[in-house]
């Protein structure tokens, strides 16, 4: 499985844009990129996830470097809600890898 | 809808005593996982199911862990005998999936909350 880099950890205010990066430099062409996140004492959450194009949802936007090997997650405005840790999954739709690869993701503390 | 039930959602045992992980996936799904969690860690793949079969349990440690889907619904994960080293988040997960024309298109896991296991 293709890996991914995060930072260890991100701080961000209330209400202001938190952008989480991940690099991916060996990510190949048929690999979707994926962000789940855990809040305190729950199991991972999906986010959002792309291949190309950016994407928005209502919890965030992934914008995804024009040659792939980054990406950003985009909190429009973070609240308390956020604080969590934010995992970047490369997945390959064709069903190679059937499971998520998790490493350590970013831990994301919003400040009041 | 109801989300991914797990229980119990903490144990406390001695090592070497057995303990065993209940999940209820998400009505109608096929595929369920099981990962471990370590402190400070992402979770990791210990097995998953297609429906009653295992199709992927090259991860999980068959001296002492067994799991078992009767029916195709629920599942149960088993440690016999556990260790201080089994001290983790077990997860369970189950994916929903839409296909067209037998592609999937689109797939999410669904986690559960974790049982949290201490061994002492």
């Known amino acids: 499985d293709a890996k991914t880099t995060q930072p260890n950890s991100m701080e961000s205010n209330e209400e202001e844009p938190v952008h989480l990066p991940c690099n991916h430099s060996?990510?190949?062409?048929?690999?979707?990129i994926h962000w789940y996140r855990q809040l305190p004492s729950q199991g991972p959450e999906y986010v959002i996830h792309?291949?190309?194009s950016n994407v928005n949802n209502r919890m965030a936007s992934l914008a995804i470097a024009e040659d792939r090997k980054s990406s950003t997650l985009i909190l429009h405005r973070a609240t308390l809600r956020d604080a969590a840790v934010y995992y970047c999954?490369?997945?390959?739709?064709?069903?190679?890898?059937?499971?998520?690869?998790f490493g350590k993701g970013t831990k994301l503390t919003v400040n009041p | 809808e109801a989300g991914v039930v797990q229980s119990p959602r903490y144990k406390i045992i001695e090592k070497k005593q057995p303990v065993a992980f209940w999940c209820n996936p998400i009505?109608?799904?096929?595929?369920l996982y099981w990962y471990r969690q370590n402190l400070g860690q992402g979770p990791e793949l210990l097995i998953r199911?297609?429906?009653?079969?295992?199709?992927?349990d090259s991860q999980l440690p068959k001296d002492r862990f067994s799991a078992e889907r009767l029916k195709g619904v629920d599942s149960t994960l088993k440690i016999q005998p556990a260790e201080l080293g089994d001290s983790a988040v077990y997860l369970c997960?189950?994916?929903?999936?839409?296909?067209?024309?037998?592609?999937?298109?689109?797939?999410?896991?669904?986690f559960g909350p974790g049982t949290r296991l201490l061994v002492l």
């Open positions: 997960a189950s994916r929903g999936t839409d296909r067209a024309g037998g592609r999937v298109l689109w797939e999410t896991q669904y």
């Open positions: 060996t990510i190949s062409g048929t690999d979707y």
């Open positions: 792309g291949l190309t």
């Open positions: 199911y297609e429906n009653e079969e295992a199709v992927d």
């Open positions: 999954i490369l997945r390959d739709w064709q069903g190679g890898s059937e499971k998520l690869v």
């Open positions: 009505s109608g799904h096929n595929t």
